[in-house]
């Protein structure tokens, strides 16, 4: 099984596999998040979710500019990083009775999205100035910002109380 897909030839066809990669990543966030919302009971961590549900259709509009900016087609690819991630959360929040438990598991789950986000994020910003596509760079870097300051919310959540033995 090949690492990437054979059509990856060059730096540019990376460049956009990755944007697909993120993109397809950022519509499962989407479909994801409404769910955590329903199952979180910490009233600060569902506002949280909501809060970053509503930044995460931002940044699906910013990599549909940037898919314009560059001139692509706006369309995703199936990536198995984030389904594993989602997949891995609904299993163990399905499993959790305590609310108190599973608010800590939720915010543990939507914090490995952030990471992956964020390691996304970063390489599309260094491979954008690579490129000579600061205007690529400067709109992923506001999304990159975004992502960093739902991760230090997550972790100031979970240390505050969420992460609390009982």
């Given at each position: 099984?090949a690492l990437?897909?054979?059509?990856?030839?060059s730096?540019?066809?990376?460049?956009?596999h990755?944007?697909?990669d993120?993109y397809?990543?950022?519509k499962q966030i989407?479909?994801?998040?409404?769910?955590?919302?329903?199952?979180?009971?910490d009233?600060?961590?569902?506002?949280a979710?909501?809060?970053?549900?509503?930044?995460?259709?931002?940044h699906?509009q910013?990599?549909?500019?940037?898919?314009?900016?560059?001139?692509?087609?706006?369309?995703?690819?199936t990536c198995?990083?984030?389904?594993?991630?989602?997949?891995?959360?609904?299993?163990?929040?399905?499993?959790?009775?305590d609310?108190?438990v599973?608010?800590?598991a939720?915010a543990?789950a939507?914090?490995?999205?952030?990471?992956?986000?964020?390691?996304?994020y970063g390489t599309?910003?260094a491979w954008?100035?690579?490129?000579?596509?600061?205007?690529?760079?400067?709109?992923l870097?506001?999304?990159?910002?975004?992502?960093?300051?739902a991760?230090?919310?997550?972790?100031?959540?979970?240390?505050?109380?969420l992460?609390?033995?009982?």
């Open positions: 099984m990437f897909s054979k059509d990856i030839d730096m540019e066809d990376l460049y956009l990755t944007l697909r993120i397809y990543a950022e989407e479909k994801a998040l409404p769910k955590m919302i329903d199952k979180a009971s009233e600060r961590l569902k506002e979710f909501t809060v970053h549900l509503d930044e995460t259709h931002g699906v910013r990599l549909e500019r940037v898919f314009d900016m560059i001139g692509a087609q706006t369309k995703g690819v198995p990083a984030i389904d594993g991630i989602i997949k891995e959360a609904d299993e163990i929040a399905g499993d959790i009775s609310s108190h599973l608010d800590a939720l543990a939507a914090q490995a999205v952030e990471h992956y986000e964020i390691t996304r599309l910003i954008s100035k690579e490129m000579g596509r600061n205007d690529c760079a400067e709109l870097a506001q999304t990159s910002s975004e992502e960093h300051a991760d230090e919310k997550l972790t100031r959540l979970a240390e505050s109380r992460n609390e033995m009982s």
